[in-house]
């Protein structure tokens, strides 16, 4: 009987010290809210180059101006080739065909004209990791015939990890705000009882086109990879 009353009681004081230890991490009925917010921002260099470029081609004639456009691109093409630019790394961004109407001064007699102008344009992304020779790809295509880059853009291949890293370290800059703010007001933090992320953006480093423009036709564009960045924001509630 004795040993039967000794395994009730330590049966007693182990669900008291349970009950005790989880009333310690439970929210009480009306607890006290700090909210925090922790952003972080993570730069890196760019490891992928991608260049939009094309071909714009008119005519009055619909047939001329597409065959002219399909003869340029395809020289662009070959050219991007002989640099060791494999095909798979080529793809056609966009291919557009549209027409309008000019007035145009003809004879004396005839006055003025109207004719319907067609416009062709024909764009592909090109992508590379020889982030050093970007200008000399530039430089090439526009050689062979391109008239036309968009934009070109570096970025990273993988840029989840990245991205994983603004989160951490947002998060951690959040808890030590919220650490800091209840030491200072003489409370203690009981948990978390809510947390997300408020948003994240991620920024590739683009080269405006107004600047490469100007290396056209010079010695050589000269682009300079700068670094992408990735942001993050995380909102935190802790209650004390």
Request: proline content about 2%.
């Amino acid at each position: 009987m004795q040993f039967l009353k000794t395994i009730s009681l330590n049966l007693v004081l182990i669900l008291i010290l349970a009950l005790g230890t989880a009333t310690a991490n439970t929210a009480p009925e009306a607890p006290g809210r700090l909210e925090v917010t922790g952003q972080a921002v993570i730069t890196t260099a760019p490891d992928t180059a991608r260049i939009i470029l094309g071909v714009e081609t008119t005519s009055t004639s619909v047939n001329a101006a597409t065959s002219a456009n399909a003869e340029r691109m395809a020289t662009v093409l070959e050219a991007l080739k002989d640099l060791g630019i494999p095909n798979s790394h080529v793809a056609t961004s966009g291919y557009t065909i549209y027409s309008y109407r000019d007035i145009y001064q003809g004879s004396t007699v005839d006055g003025a004209q109207e004719q319907t102008i067609y416009n062709v344009q024909n764009k592909v992304t090109v992508t590379t990791d020889r982030l050093d020779e970007v200008g000399r790809i530039v430089d090439a295509a526009v050689q062979a015939g391109a008239n036309q880059i968009q934009s070109v853009s570096f970025d990273l291949a993988d840029k989840e990890l990245l991205q994983l890293e603004a989160l951490d370290a947002a998060t951690k800059q959040a808890m030590g705000k919220a650490r800091a703010m209840a030491e200072s007001a003489g409370v203690s933090l009981g948990g978390i009882s809510g947390m997300e992320e408020e948003y994240g953006t991620y920024a590739p480093f683009n080269e405006s086109v107004q600047k490469m423009a100007q290396g056209f036709g010079d010695a050589g564009t000269s682009i300079t990879p700068g670094e992408v960045e990735v942001r993050a924001v995380v909102k935190m509630t802790f209650w004390f």
